[in-house]
Protein backbone atom coordinates (compact mmCIF):
# COMPACT_ATOMS: atom_id res chain seq x y z
CA UNK A 1 0.00 0.00 0.00
CA UNK A 2 1.20 3.31 -0.43
CA UNK A 3 -0.30 6.07 1.61
CA UNK A 4 0.12 10.05 -0.13
CA UNK A 5 -0.54 13.39 1.92
CA UNK A 6 -1.16 16.30 0.41
CA UNK A 7 -0.74 20.16 1.59
CA UNK A 8 -0.56 23.82 0.89
CA UNK A 9 -4.12 24.19 -0.21
CA UNK A 10 -6.31 27.18 0.28
CA UNK A 11 -7.64 30.53 -0.77
CA UNK A 12 -6.57 33.28 -2.89
CA UNK A 13 -7.12 35.88 -4.79
CA UNK A 14 -6.87 36.03 -8.58
CA UNK A 15 -3.16 36.73 -10.39
CA UNK A 16 -1.80 35.02 -6.64
CA UNK A 17 0.32 31.96 -6.45
CA UNK A 18 0.14 28.61 -3.84
CA UNK A 19 2.43 25.78 -3.68
CA UNK A 20 0.71 22.24 -3.11
CA UNK A 21 3.02 19.10 -1.85
CA UNK A 22 2.21 15.26 -1.64
CA UNK A 23 4.29 13.05 0.24
CA UNK A 24 4.24 9.31 -0.32
CA UNK A 25 4.85 6.63 2.04
CA UNK A 26 4.75 2.76 2.24
CA UNK A 27 5.29 0.74 -0.73
CA UNK A 28 5.67 3.23 -3.04
CA UNK A 29 9.05 2.87 -5.30
CA UNK A 30 10.83 5.74 -7.93
CA UNK A 31 9.58 4.00 -10.80
CA UNK A 32 6.32 5.40 -9.73
CA UNK A 33 4.34 8.15 -11.97
CA UNK A 34 2.77 10.90 -9.80
CA UNK A 35 0.87 14.07 -10.11
CA UNK A 36 -2.13 15.63 -9.72
CA UNK A 37 -5.66 15.53 -10.62
CA UNK A 38 -8.45 18.19 -9.61
CA UNK A 39 -11.68 17.84 -9.65
CA UNK A 40 -14.00 21.16 -9.63
CA UNK A 41 -18.06 21.15 -7.94
CA UNK A 42 -20.26 19.40 -10.95
CA UNK A 43 -17.23 18.45 -12.92
CA UNK A 44 -15.12 14.86 -13.55
CA UNK A 45 -11.33 14.68 -11.99
CA UNK A 46 -9.08 15.91 -14.93
CA UNK A 47 -5.45 15.88 -14.90
CA UNK A 48 -3.48 18.74 -13.89
CA UNK A 49 -0.01 17.53 -14.74
CA UNK A 50 2.38 14.49 -13.81
CA UNK A 51 6.06 13.88 -13.36
CA UNK A 52 8.06 10.67 -13.94
CA UNK A 53 10.67 9.14 -12.07
CA UNK A 54 13.11 10.47 -14.97
CA UNK A 55 11.27 14.39 -14.58
CA UNK A 56 9.48 14.03 -18.15
CA UNK A 57 6.21 16.04 -17.10
CA UNK A 58 2.88 16.59 -18.92
CA UNK A 59 0.56 19.40 -18.19
CA UNK A 60 -3.04 19.92 -18.80
CA UNK A 61 -3.16 22.68 -21.36
CA UNK A 62 -5.38 24.82 -19.20
CA UNK A 63 -2.22 25.69 -16.79
CA UNK A 64 -0.01 25.57 -18.94
CA UNK A 65 3.21 28.35 -18.56
CA UNK A 66 1.54 28.93 -14.96
CA UNK A 67 1.86 25.75 -13.05
CA UNK A 68 4.83 23.74 -12.95
CA UNK A 69 5.31 20.14 -10.71
CA UNK A 70 8.38 19.11 -9.29
CA UNK A 71 10.10 15.45 -7.97
CA UNK A 72 12.26 14.66 -5.19
CA UNK A 73 13.04 10.78 -5.64
CA UNK A 74 14.75 10.42 -2.53
CA UNK A 75 11.86 12.24 -0.21
CA UNK A 76 9.38 10.24 -2.39
CA UNK A 77 7.56 14.04 -2.46
CA UNK A 78 6.05 16.11 -5.07
CA UNK A 79 5.30 19.78 -5.72
CA UNK A 80 2.58 21.87 -7.54
CA UNK A 81 4.00 25.31 -7.94
CA UNK A 82 0.81 27.68 -8.72
CA UNK A 83 1.09 30.95 -10.10
CA UNK A 84 -1.05 33.41 -11.91
CA UNK A 85 -4.19 31.87 -10.09
CA UNK A 86 -8.07 32.17 -11.98
CA UNK A 87 -10.91 31.27 -10.64
CA UNK A 88 -11.80 28.17 -12.85
CA UNK A 89 -8.48 26.98 -10.94
CA UNK A 90 -10.60 26.73 -7.89
CA UNK A 91 -11.21 22.70 -6.94
CA UNK A 92 -10.34 19.68 -4.72
CA UNK A 93 -6.66 18.58 -5.91
CA UNK A 94 -5.66 15.45 -5.48
CA UNK A 95 -2.38 13.45 -5.55
CA UNK A 96 -1.73 10.68 -7.36
CA UNK A 97 0.60 7.91 -7.87
CA UNK A 98 0.61 4.80 -10.04
CA UNK A 99 2.94 1.83 -11.00
CA UNK A 100 3.78 2.78 -15.13
CA UNK A 101 2.85 -0.85 -15.86
CA UNK A 102 0.88 -2.06 -13.01
CA UNK A 103 -1.68 0.48 -12.94
CA UNK A 104 -4.61 -1.31 -12.43
CA UNK A 105 -3.07 -2.69 -9.21
CA UNK A 106 -1.17 0.22 -7.92
CA UNK A 107 -3.19 3.06 -8.47
CA UNK A 108 -3.22 5.57 -5.07
CA UNK A 109 -4.69 8.84 -4.22
CA UNK A 110 -4.61 11.37 -1.76
CA UNK A 111 -7.33 12.39 0.60
CA UNK A 112 -7.70 15.94 -1.53
CA UNK A 113 -6.75 19.65 -0.45
CA UNK A 114 -9.09 22.42 -1.38
CA UNK A 115 -7.92 25.12 -3.64
CA UNK A 116 -10.28 28.07 -3.61
CA UNK A 117 -9.18 31.12 -6.09
CA UNK A 118 -11.98 34.07 -5.36
CA UNK A 119 -11.57 37.95 -4.45
Known amino acids: QVQLVESGGGLVQPGGSLRLSCAAS????????MGWHRQAPGKQRELVAH???????NYADSVKGRFTISRDNAKNTIDLQMNSLKPEDTAVYYC?????????????WGQGTQVTVSS
Open 96 to 108: NAYHPILRNKNNY
Open 26 to 33: GSISSIYV
Open 51 to 57: ITSGGTT
